[in-house]
């Protein structure tokens, strides 16, 4: 296939550089920071902290889960904005793009492999903290079968799926992001400029969705369903926020993503 | 890519862009025959490199048309764009990914480059601009000719129909320059139309078989070298003792108008320094517009006048003397 | 220019469609179902006749009373420092003085304000029934969930945040107390949101002579037709309710929706409605509830206590709903007739002073929340009014402030 060898390219772009390695190890930080606390404090008071934190100890599992609560609101859009704002304003900084464009790449396929990109780079972010904190839960309190929210409890096999589960919905929460910034980033020849908006705009969302005045909007807020993941931990599984969630992406990802087409190809690539 | 009815590689017509109020470039027209090596010449900011970016669709004109090799641009952009390899603005790369890895993925962009001798052509390309040893260090390590080699290298990847350079021998050293030369010669040698773009004149000079010069985004000249060097008039140089009997011959050759013969600049007779005390030697210097009469029936009529003719010269402008009259503006010559 | 207005179209055109989607989905919901007609006693029959006993389906609750929102309410793990206990109740002294008296009214607070959070704002849950002795509710909320679960005798509730389980061993059907305990148990003694079989039962009740009964265009509730059945009280009834609109659903009988609206007020003041509906045995595994290794487990005898009280749907709804608390440890005696002044939409309870619970005297948030009226304290919501007289009494109806004096000077 003649595309698939930019997107090889574009995947070992984002996967070769050492700022995306270290912005995957900050995020594994998070799950090794939670067990190592909860380990040598024996556990906090019961009811505080971030959901699910009183289950680690006893279920080595729950460091995945409390990681994706915790890397959730500010971590996970703060590395998928680095990500996705560098997409097209990084290529335009290192001058890279005009190359790209006379290669030729045509502009629409460049963004659908740029968001490409900056979606794997989702997923891989969100498994990270899954898997990190499902490896230092069975190294530092060993796991065991899971207790959902409606009080039933599942095998450990099963759990691990839940887990899998949770971190595939976080990735597809933060692919309307994704889109958002990969329009940003097609407005400006600065990356960081890019970054930050994207960012700015990931911690807006959130307030906005926190103010009681504006319920009319919050449905239509992308940062609306990032904590619902706690559904997939009922049984049975409550697929509804899943659903509306990744609609609700969708919607996002299409429409930043026509306003991106619209941007990059009627945009003349000076830099 | 079956080449236009025109016969040319690139011909734009009013070719116009303005950003906001400025006028980069003006209803230019560019004609670039197959198989030429054509020099695009203008100082800085004179237009060059913006005319560069629409002829590959980079930036959209604001009105007039461009063909590149037959196909117009930038509708065509996919399918003429593999054909034409260019190095715009400077090169540009990835500074945390090696040489190769660079020519790799831009090559991967190509959809219409084979991926099964990728590999295979960009070590060619490589050891042909002489990076083969730095190929597998990262670009952040090269030094300027270093990375305008590999820039070179990006556009010689795939065999291209068309190769616009841009600036190409920005940051080389004296060899490096000799070497792209070459280089640029062998290409032509073998049927690529190159489209060179320049501030240096002397590089116009040495490589190209045709040139266009280009003055505050106003085209001002373009045709073959000859052509744009014969566009400027020649001088008649007589050094002789007997300048009033010489002008009177010129005279009645016709090349002596009674206008200018008032004029001090064009006809002169110039006490030629030294020379002139020692041996009482004047210049006479007149214009020979049309290249004719024939200089040997030039001399023939001045020595049966008993001009004792000493010294003799038809001297035509330098191309640089042609280019800052047209310009009105002098180029780097050394940089 | 055109090319690139070309290239702009998509960000033109999509908003376009999904925005032209959503209108076209709400304009399907909202459309008028082609119905059978029907009148008021055949959509009651309908629903008589309904013969589902076991569905699933997800219930949307939203309410809005006019309460203040309590934005800390209901989360106990943000509680603050015990509140000032005298402020609580000028002129009645905390019957339960001593050091443990501010830790108590923060309890009971927290019953309160929990209360206050189940019946202001929106509720989702999940229903699961099959058959009369099976059934499963969960309380979704945001990171935690509450459940209860009943198969056969066995009674489970199971509360995600404090991952505690209450399990109660019920009555052998068919005994005494049995029915007793089936004809309390509307769902309401937990605290749980009624499914709208219920609701529609409580109002059914209390229509006759004081209700004007009709059915109304017929609409779509969680993609089902349904017949309206609309109750609206008679001009005698002075009732701070306006009306209330029962959706039938028309295949199955089965009331898929209730709101009750309150005089002027836009929004109804309660809306519940199932947002999905599958007549369908739900799984049978999830009856079966066995409470988490790591769970506080409480067992409970129902036997030991027998004294459940006996008042009927009708009445409960005029009385301000028991709090948790309440429901397991000091539920007073089924009221007696005498507590009751009218009949209908405008009847008010009267509690005599020495049953009133102490805690609601005491209570800061209750003193917070109630403005001072003549002859007492009233907390007032758009369906409900509840006054605490100076003497002690609470007086409670769907009434305005005037009725409740009144009763409370003629008494």
Redesign the interface.
């Given at each position: 296939m003649p595309g698939s060898a930019l997107l090889v390219s574009e995947l070992a772009l984002v996967f070769r550089r050492r700022r995306t390695w270290a912005m995957l190890a900050a995020l594994g930080a998070v799950p090794v920071l939670v067990a190592v606390a909860v380990r040598l404090t024996s556990g906090p008071p019961t009811g505080r902290g971030p959901a699910f934190l009183d289950r680690v100890a006893g279920n080595g599992l729950f460091v995945a889960i409390v990681g994706m609560f915790m890397c959730i609101p500010l971590f996970l859009p703060l590395t998928v904005s680095v990500v996705a704002g560098d997409t097209i304003a990084g290529e335009a900084g290192h001058g890279t793009l005009r190359y790209l464009l006379i290669a030729p790449a045509s502009r629409g396929r460049l963004l659908l492999v740029k968001y490409f990109g900056a979606a794997v780079f989702c997923l891989a972010a969100a498994l990270v903290v899954a898997l990190v904190g499902v490896l230092i839960g069975l190294a530092l309190f060993g796991v065991g079968p899971v207790t959902l929210l409606s009080g039933d409890t599942i095998p450990l096999g099963e759990s691990l799926g839940r887990i899998g589960l949770m971190a595939a919905y976080v990735a597809i929460s933060l692919w309307g992001l994704a889109a958002i910034g990969l329009f940003i980033s097609t407005l400006t020849d600065v990356p960081v400029g890019a970054m930050a908006a994207t960012a700015v705009l990931s911690v807006a969302s959130q307030i906005l969705g926190q103010l009681p005045q504006l319920d009319w909007l919050h449905p239509w807020l992308f940062t609306q369903h990032w904590f619902g993941f706690a559904d997939l931990l009922r049984e049975p599984i409550l697929w509804a926020s899943f659903g509306e969630n990744a609609l609700l992406q969708a919607g996002y990802v299409l429409v930043f993503g026509a306003l991106a087409y619209g941007r990059l190809s009627t945009k003349d690539v000076l830099s | 890519m079956a080449p236009g009815d025109t016969g040319l590689a690139i011909e734009t017509s009013q070719l116009s862009k303005s950003f906001g109020t400025r006028h980069a470039v003006n209803n230019l027209d560019l004609a670039v025959p197959h198989g030429s090596v054509f020099g695009f010449l203008g100082p800085n900011g004179s237009g060059k490199t913006t005319t560069i970016?629409m002829l590959?669709?980079?930036?959209?004109p604001t009105s007039g048309s461009i063909s590149v090799l037959g196909r117009p641009m930038p509708?065509a952009?996919?399918d003429v764009?593999?054909h034409?390899g260019?190095l715009?603005?400077?090169p540009?790369?990835?500074?945390?990914?090696s040489g190769r890895?660079n020519l790799?993925?831009?090559?991967?962009?190509?959809?219409?480059s084979a991926?099964a001798d990728?590999r295979r052509r960009v070590d060619r390309a490589l050891d042909t601009v002489g990076l083969g040893q730095a190929a597998r260090l990262a670009v952040h390590a090269y030094s300027l000719g270093m990375k305008q080699r590999l820039g070179i290298a990006?556009a010689l990847a795939t065999d291209h129909e068309l190769l616009v350079l841009d600036e190409p021998t920005n940051g080389l050293d004296p060899q490096g320059t000799r070497e792209v030369r070459h280089l640029i010669a062998s290409l032509a040698g073998a049927g690529t139309t190159v489209f060179i773009s320049s501030h240096l004149l002397s590089e116009i000079e040495q490589m190209c078989t045709h040139a266009a010069v280009m003055s505050n985004g106003n085209r001002v000249a373009q045709g073959t070298l000859a052509e744009l060097r014969s566009g400027g008039n020649g001088t008649v140089v007589i050094h002789t003792p007997d300048a009033d009997a010489a002008r009177t011959v010129l005279g009645g050759l016709g090349l002596l108008p009674g206008g200018e013969a008032a004029q001090g600049g064009d006809t002169a007779v110039v006490p030629h320094g030294e020379t002139g005390e020692e041996g009482g030697t004047g210049v006479v210097q007149v214009p020979w517009p049309d290249d004719e009469p024939a200089p040997e029936s030039i001399v023939a009529a001045l020595v049966a006048a008993g001009v004792r003719v000493r010294g003799f010269a038809l001297e035509r402008p330098s191309l640089e003397d042609r280019f800052v009259e047209l310009t009105g503006e002098g180029f780097d010559v050394a940089r | 220019m055109k090319p690139a207005l070309k290239k702009w179209m998509p960000a033109a055109a999509i908003p376009a469609v999904i925005a032209a989607t959503g209108v076209g989905l709400g304009i399907s919901a909202s459309a008028t179902p082609q119905l059978e007609p029907k009148t008021a006693e055949q959509v009651i029959e309908l629903m008589a006749g309904s013969e589902v006993t076991a569905f699933s389906g997800r219930i949307h609750l939203s309410t809005d009373l006019g309460i203040p929102a309590l934005p800390d309410a209901g989360a106990p793990a943000s509680f603050g420092p015990p509140q000032d206990v005298q402020s609580a109740g000028p002129g009645d002294g905390p019957s339960t003085g001593g050091p443990g008296a501010g830790a108590r009214t923060s309890a009971a607070d927290a019953g309160i304000a929990g209360l206050l959070n189940l019946v202001s704002g929106s509720h989702d849950a999940r229903v699961y029934v099959d058959g009369p002795d099976k059934a499963r509710v969960q309380l979704l909320e945001g990171m935690g969930e509450k459940d209860v679960i009943r198969n056969g005798t066995s009674l489970w509730t199971y509360d995600s945040e404090a991952n505690e389980a209450v399990h109660t061993t019920l009555p052998e059907p068919g005994s005494a107390s049995a029915s007793k305990f089936r004809e309390h148990r509307g769902g309401h003694a937990t605290g749980e949101a009624p499914t709208p079989g219920q609701l529609a039962d409580t109002f059914l009740a209390a229509a006759e002579p004081t209700t004007t009964t009709t059915v109304e265009d017929g609409s779509t509730v969680a993609g089902r037709d349904v017949y309206n059945l609309v109750l609206t009280p008679k001009k005698s009834q002075t009732t701070l309710i306006e009306d209330v609109t029962i959706g039938v659903d028309a295949a199955s009988g089965v009331p898929l929706a209730v709101s009750v609206d309150a005089v002027g007020q836009d929004a109804a003041a309660v809306d519940l409605a199932f947002t999905s509906f599958t007549p369908k045995a739900p799984d049978a595994k999830l009856f079966d509830f066995t409470p988490p290794a790591d769970a506080t487990v409480h067992e409970k005898n129902l036997q030991q206590d027998s004294n459940w009280p006996k008042h009927t749907y009708g009445q409960k709804l005029q009385r301000p709903m028991p709090s948790k608390d309440d429901a397991a440890h000091q539920r007073p005696a089924g009221p007696p007739d005498d507590w009751f002044t009218g009949t209908g939409w405008d009847t008010v309870a009267t509690i005599p002073a020495e049953q009133v619970p102490a805690e609601l005297k005491t209570s800061a948030l209750v003193g917070q929340l109630a403005t001072d009226v003549d002859g007492g304290k009233l907390l007032h919501t758009s369906l409900v009014n509840v006054l605490i007289s100076d003497d002690g009494r609470v007086l409670v109806g769907a009434v305005p402030l005037q009725r409740l004096q009144a009763v409370a000077d003629g008494s």
């Open positions: - | 970016r590959l669709g980079l930036a959209t509708a952009g996919q764009l593999p034409v260019a715009v603005e400077g540009a790369f990835y500074p945390f990914l890895s790799l993925r831009l090559d991967a962009a190509n959809p219409r991926a990728r990006n | -």
